[in-house]
């Protein structure tokens, strides 16, 4: 079963086949670079012509009974939301095409940490999107080992999601 849609973009009365792909959207958006680094990263796969954002598992956007935790940091303490806010996470990792993270070198996030791990134990490639002048900081060996392949946030909107690759990342580990 082909887990991508073929969408038909009509451009000057020329059909153009084009396939998409869904992405697991694993990004932080506790602190001010991880949520300047998620709106650009969000930006970009809007105009990614190659990625099917409407279909695509965005846990922002589906957080149990549309409740965020940084909006009401009491959630924390209750275990139904927590629950099912992590299930539906788990959910969306085993559903969607591959997983893109959005990765601030030093602002490690736990359960970014989790969600790669299950990305990985599931088969599913792994892209690591780090904010240009973020490129070249070290990052964590863990993340660093995991992921199959690392790009740079300008190259985001052009990345073509139907060729993963593997690639190293151009900085240390620590």
């Known amino acids: 079963m082909l ?3 073929l969408i038909v973009l009509i451009r000057g009365g020329n059909f153009v086949g084009q396939k998409t792909k869904t992405v697991y959207f694993c990004a932080g958006w506790f602190t001010d670079n991880q949520n300047k680094a998620y709106k650009d990263a969000m930006e970009a796969i809007k105009e990614n012509p190659t990625v099917d954002v409407k279909n695509s598992y965005v846990p922002l956007e589906h957080q149990y009974k549309g409740l965020r935790v ?10 139904e939301w927590a629950t099912a ?3 539906g ?3 969306g990792v085993s559903t969607s095409d591959l997983l893109l993270a959005v ?7 736990v359960g970014m940490g989790v969600e790669l791990g299950m990305a990985s134990a599931l088969g599913k490639h792994i892209l690591v999107v780090i ?3 973020d490129w070249g900081k070290p990052i964590n060996l863990m993340s660093w080992g995991i992921a199959d392949q690392f790009i740079k946030m300008s190259e985001l909107a052009s990345f073509d999601f139907n060729k993963p690759a593997f690639n190293f990342y151009d900085g240390a580990v620590y």
Do not use: F, S
Not at 70 to 79: A, K, S, T, V, W
């Open 3 to 5: 887990k991508y849609d």
């Open 131 to 133: 904010p240009d002048e």
């Open 85 to 87: 806010t992590y299930n």
């Open 70 to 79: 940084d909006e009401h940091p009491e959630l924390l303490e209750d275990r």
């Open 89 to 91: 996470d788990r959910v």
């Open 103 to 109: 990765y601030i070198p030093k602002e490690e996030d």
